[in-house]
């Protein structure tokens, strides 16, 4: 079933301490991008990559860091999370690009403490 | 930068007819359009590229009016499906990649 995995689906965690959400798709598209979803500000580009290597900012980058080292993998990282990166996070793939349909993960719903 | 959405929330009978309009402060390449059910992820309606077509999906439909920076979604016959939260998303030119979302409309579609 061609999908985009995300990993966890919920996380908790404390100020300070590094995690990774985990992206996976297997549809072999090229392009992926990351969103964070908060209320009344709809979804909010973090990261987006064009291909293997190739990476760059959308409109909420700070705080967060993203690698394209192979095709399937889109990985987002929180060197030093903070309360203000609470959030629902999705990731998106697409096949020709963010020109055609994107397909979003299930959503990662992460807190701050 | 991101595109405003109006209005921020409707509520229909079903059978009703609702218009979501999109509007951006810069020129347009393309606009999107995604339908988000609660505790769901958001999915594809359709893309519009500039020169003002008009697509269709379903009793769904949508225009680009590429000289307004504006986009509407109509839809027609409103279904309980239709409920959800629908966002636009915008492409500016010499902005590959870059896709910026509106902050949404809420569509509740009653019996």
């Known amino acids: 079933e061609a999908q985009v995995t995300q990993n966890p689906r919920y996380l908790i965690t404390v100020t300070g301490k590094k995690l990774t959400v985990t992206c996976s798709q297997n549809m072999n598209h090229e392009y992926m991008s990351w969103y964070r979803q908060d209320p009344g500000l709809g979804l909010r580009q973090i990261y987006y990559?064009?291909?293997?290597?190739?990476?760059d900012k959308g409109d909420v980058p700070e705080g967060y860091k993203v690698s394209r080292k192979e095709k399937r993998n889109f990985p987002l990282i929180l060197e030093s999370p903070s309360p203000n990166q609470t959030s629902l996070y999705f990731c998106a793939s697409g096949d020709k690009g963010w020109r055609e349909k994107l397909f979003f993960g299930s959503g990662t719903q992460l807190s701050v403490l | 930068q991101q595109p405003v959405q109006s209005p921020q929330a409707v509520i229909l009978r079903e059978g009703e007819d609702a218009v979501i309009n999109c509007s951006s402060s810069?020129?347009?390449?393309?606009v999107h359009w995604y339908r988000q059910k609660h505790g769901e992820a958001p999915v594809f309606l359709m893309i519009?590229?500039?020169?003002?077509e008009q697509k269709g999906h379903e009793k769904i439909s949508a225009s680009f009016n590429e000289k307004k920076q504006q986009s509407s979604l109509y839809l027609t016959a409103s279904q309980l499906s239709y409920s959800g939260t629908y966002f636009c998303?915008?492409?500016?030119?010499?902005?590959?990649?870059?896709?910026?979302f509106g902050q949404g409309t809420e569509l509740s579609v009653k019996p």
């Open positions: 990559s064009m291909n293997v290597e190739v990476t």
């Open positions: 519009l590229l500039k020169g003002g």
């Open positions: 998303g915008t492409e500016g030119y010499n902005q590959g990649g870059k896709l910026i």
């Open positions: 810069k020129a347009l390449y393309s």
